[in-house]
């Protein structure tokens, strides 16, 4: 894939891996729109550089998910990548809750539900480019499942094989398909959990050292030794995954 001259729109672009992402995509010369919720941090991010503007969309409702789309055909139709990267994790047991409805839709809905929407609305204006990619973030998640995070842990396994099939459909059109898996990153998300987390600009240059090797399946830092073990010693590996934090 070539790493300048795109147009890339990056959900959930204003903090994190997001923000990280779009940054290494404008300083390699590409237009960036980024979309989340909070307008001050979208005041900031557009303010940020010239190359980025913003969209204020609340990826889990569908009347603001359409309104996406119409302000993408009218104002960005030479979009070539979507990164769909938004994401939140709530932790808890289900057994130490009152039905917690509200955080069961919230996480399906944006983690999972947004992904495979905004992926087919985007699929017309994506297929007339020469050269398009989706980018989907799951999580080192999605192959060992920790104990408090049962929703969460289900959207990201449900991102990866909705990539996969995905890049099966797409694999005789421009379109590549690609999944970014993270390991534990220092962001918002994970503030006062874990330990020996790497950093967002961290993740950015992984991915695009495989983005410009073609690489689609980005297994970032210990994902790759951690995938290699699941094959090998897979209790051991899903016992530690099963307790952390
Ligand atoms: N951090 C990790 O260790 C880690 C590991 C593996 C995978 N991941 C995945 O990486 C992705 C980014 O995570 P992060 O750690 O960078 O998180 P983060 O710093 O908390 O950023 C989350 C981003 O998602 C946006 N967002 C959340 N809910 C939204 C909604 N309803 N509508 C629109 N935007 C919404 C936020 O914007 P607003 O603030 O405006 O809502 C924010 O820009 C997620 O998919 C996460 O699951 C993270």
């Known amino acids: 894939m070539k790493i300048s001259g795109q147009t890339v729109l990056i ?17 390699s ?24 503007s913003t969209v204020q969309c609340d990826l889990g409702r569908q009347d603001e998910l359409e309104k996406l789309l ?3 055909q009218r104002d960005y139709p030479d979009v070539t990548v979507l990164i769909n990267n938004a994401g939140l994790q ?11 409805y509200q ?24 297929s007339t480019k020469a050269e398009a990619a989706i980018v989907n973030v799951s999580s080192g998640l999605a192959f060992a499942p920790k104990e408090n995070a049962a929703v969460y842990c289900a959207t ?9 099939v995905l890049r099966y459909q797409l694999e005789k059109t421009s379109i590549k398909v690609f999944e970014l898996i993270p390991p534990l990153v ?30 689609v399946e980005v297994n970032v830092g210990k994902i790759k030794l951690m995938r290699a073990m699941l094959r090998w010693v897979p209790g051991f590996i899903t016992n530690k995954l099963r307790y952390s934090t």
Do not use: C, Q
Not at 112 to 123: G, N, R
Not at 156 to 164: C, E, G, P
Not at 187 to 215: N, S, Y
């Open 156 to 164: 990201k396994a449900a991102v990866h094989n909705f990539t996969t």
């Open 90 to 100: 709530h932790n808890y047991y289900l057994t130490e809750t009152s039905l917690p």
């Open 29 to 52: 010369g590409n237009r960036v729109i980024v979309v989340g919720r909070d307008p001050r941090k979208l005041e900031t991010v557009e303010a940020s550089h010239e190359l980025i």
């Open 11 to 27: 959900t959930g672009g204003t903090s994190g891996i997001g923000l990280a992402l779009a940054k290494m995509f404008v300083e």
């Open 103 to 126: 955080r069961i839709e919230n996480e399906i809905d944006v983690n999972f539900t947004a992904v495979v929407k905004l992926s087919t609305m985007l699929l017309p204006l994506l």
């Open 186 to 215: 220092e962001t918002a998300m994970t503030a006062g959990r874990g330990a020996g987390k790497i950093t967002p600009e961290t993740v950015a240059g992984e991915f695009k050292a495989a983005w410009l090797k073609d690489r």
């Open 70 to 72: 119409l302000i993408v």
